[in-house]
Nanobody
């Protein structure tokens, strides 16, 4: 499975960005898709995940109510809509995939990764 993330950029605090992650093949019917982020010197941390069933979504506490994960099975693409962005959201964002149904939050639970896209939020 190959994943290609895009949509990062520079935005002011309070602004919005929409990240996309395209998969190389039809994986969403059987895979959990996740978003993680990483800043220099820190561990890669979980942001959100979406499962196979409608309504199967999970969010890290600091992004609840601001970020929304969704997917388009017909386009093999998962999205992360990020609103009310804060400077502390600045990071490289990675999409990831794993087989199964559990919405895992550990980075070691995801064997497939995209290349990352930079999100910078200025104050």
């Amino acid at each position: 499975v190959q994943l290609q993330a895009s949509g990062g950029g520079l935005v002011q605090a309070g602004g919005s960005l929409r990240l996309s992650c395209a998969a190389s093949r039809r994986t969403f019917s059987t895979y959990v898709m996740g978003w993680f982020r990483q800043t220099p010197g820190k561990e890669r941390e979980f942001v959100s995940a979406i499962g196979m069933r409608a309504g199967d979504r999970r969010y890290e506490d600091s992004v609840k109510g601001r970020f929304t994960i969704s997917k388009d099975n017909a386009k093999d693409t998962v999205f992360l809509q990020m609103n009310s962005l804060r400077p502390e959201d600045t990071a490289v964002y990675y999409c990831a995939a794993r087989e199964g149904t559990w919405l895992k939050s550990g980075r070691n639970d995801y064997p497939y990764w995209g290349q990352g896209t930079q999100v910078t939020v200025s104050s």
